[in-house]
């Protein structure tokens, strides 16, 4: 292998330097024959010449060589040296404008509230029509709480408070459920209601127009339930006052989650995330308002036990413990409307 190697190397020296190999070879030659007189003199002589020029040719080749690579060295230590003096020129007035320390703190100082309005952007979300429904079954999972203000609570009582109760039985949990509605007993405020309602959309889900009497026993309805589910379930607390104002919101409170929505199933719902500011605002503002409210002795409703089905008796009986007897034009039927929409209720947005 050094042998081949060592070869290698002369081979590649005799390809850069032919013309005096071959300049060298011949001059030798010539010698060697004129020595032992082989050529005649004349023939040694012009060898000697030609060889004498192959090498001048040689020398030259290689000065002008060496000039070239110098000069092209120079010319790019010198593109060098301008692209550097270029690259300082450039820098030097941007160095110069670095802001000081106290315009770096405002920096700072800016990006800060700007990271601020980006997080209080993210804090409500916004979710269209079709999905409040699933808005709500996420905010119930696991919750321990529920906390209501609206109307007449017709999805409270049809949907939230049946399915908050399953859950928390079979997770052997406590249970707080808060509302606040209309009083069925303001008259005025119903029939205000009811216009309200009316004027939204046609006959819902349940295929009932809204009216004084459907705003009236809607709210008992809703009374009425939270009794039944209360008599069931012993880990169950409710709370619940009866508001001499209207809303045209409906706010749901969970554990987890905050859900605004409006009347209508298409238009979109706001949700807030427990821990963000805004959940514990609105928190505050769902206490103030319950706290402002009639409230409602639910301690009473253990004086007058409700069967699987009540019966009309029974409904009498316990809205009067309560005092929130019904109307005195309401018929039996009527309270056998109240005892249905109580116990066997309709989602009115299904």
Known sequence: MAMNSAGSRVLSWLADNADAAIGLTIAVVASILGILSLVPTYVVTNVTVLTLATMTFVLLRDRHRAETSARQIEKSLGDTRGEAREFFDRSVPALEKLPDSGQVAEWQDTVARLRDVLEHASMVQVVPGEEVGRAHTRARL???????????????????????????????????????????????????????????????????????????????????????????YFLLDVAGALSGGMTTMRMDMSSSYLIITQESTTSPALVVEAGKPHFTAYAKELQSSFEQARLVDFSRSREVPLGDEPTVDEARRLLAALGLPPPSTFTDRDVSDIIGKAVRPLNPYQ
């Not at 999805?155 to 808060?178: D, F, N």
């Not at 309200?196 to 009374?223: N, Y």
């Open 142 to 232: 696991e919750t321990d709480r529920w906390v209501f203000k609206g109307g007449t609570g017709t999805y409270l009582r049809a949907v939230t408070l049946p399915e908050c109760v399953k859950a928390a039985r079979e997770g052997h949990r406590t249970l707080k459920v808060q509302f606040e509605i209309v009083d069925p007993a303001n008259r005025e405020l119903c029939e205000r209601y009811a216009a309200f309602r009316a004027s939204l959309a046609d006959p819902d889900a349940a295929g009932e127009m809204w009216t004084l009497d459907r705003v009236r026993k809607e709210a008992l309805a809703t009374v009425l339930a939270a009794c039944w589910h209360r008599q069931r």
